[in-house]
């Protein structure tokens, strides 16, 4: 079977750093991929690791590796606009992603 | 500003009814997602197409569910009859070639009563 696995909800304040765990059981591994959503919009695409690392871009970053089937998100001096859900989604043969079932971030002053 | 469109933004059916909703992808984007969001299942994967052939359908319920791409501008899901287990938000996204970054539109958020 394939899997994802998160925590479903992490709280913390505004200035904070909190790290959004993902591990997973997937076949034909290509990538991992990290989205926002907010209530009532969209998924939007935040990063994407195929290679074992950390990719920065701005107050997020994320992580990959490979050999331990996981990955993480980073989101630095957090703000309130941050309050949102975030997934992992592996990324298989064909550009299919699946999804984890989402960490509902919410960040408090 | 390039993005996905879906219409109708709602949907509100009796069951038996059919639906059908429709996404505009991103000009030059050769691959197309059709996903569905409950909070129970999350993001589900139904169908998707790349230069309009269909790749993979296998997360939808065949007896009752259609995905088509009439033409690259235009994709359909269909459910025919419709049921209150289908009521969620239908989501369409599209990538382009040689990217890894899927656009998701506004999304449908059908009730069947």
């Known amino acids: 079977g394939q899997s994802l696995e998160q925590p479903s909800e992490v709280t913390a304040v505004e200035g904070a750093i909190v790290q959004i765990n993902c591990t997973y059981q997937t076949s034909g591994f290509y990538g991992l991929s990290w989205y926002q959503q907010h209530d009532g919009g969209a998924p939007t695409f935040l990063s994407y690791n195929a290679l074992d690392g950390l990719e920065e871009t701005g107050r997020f970053s994320s992580f990959l590796s490979r050999s331990d089937s996981y990955g993480y998100l980073l989101l630095q001096e957090l703000q309130m606009k941050d309050s949102a859900s975030y997934f992992c989604?592996?990324?298989?043969?064909?550009?299919?992603?699946?999804f984890g079932k989402g960490t509902t971030l919410s960040v408090s002053s | 500003d390039a993005r996905v469109t879906q219409t109708p933004r709602h949907k509100v059916t009796e069951m038996g009814q059919e639906v059908t909703m429709r996404c505009q992808p991103i000009l030059g984007h050769n691959t197309v997602f059709w996903y569905r969001q409950t909070m129970m299942q999350g993001l589900e994967l139904l169908a998707y197409?790349?230069?309009?052939?269909?790749?993979?359908d296998s997360g939808m319920p065949k007896d009752r569910f259609s995905a088509e791409m009439p033409d690259a501008t235009l994709a359909t899901l269909k459910i025919q009859p419709s049921e209150p287990r289908d009521s969620a938000v239908y989501f369409c996204a599209s990538e382009g070639p040689s990217s890894y970054e899927q656009y998701f539109g506004p999304g449908t958020r059908l009730t069947v009563t």
């Open positions: 989604a592996v990324r298989q043969a064909g550009t299919a992603l699946i």
């Open positions: 197409f790349r230069n309009r052939a269909p790749l993979d």
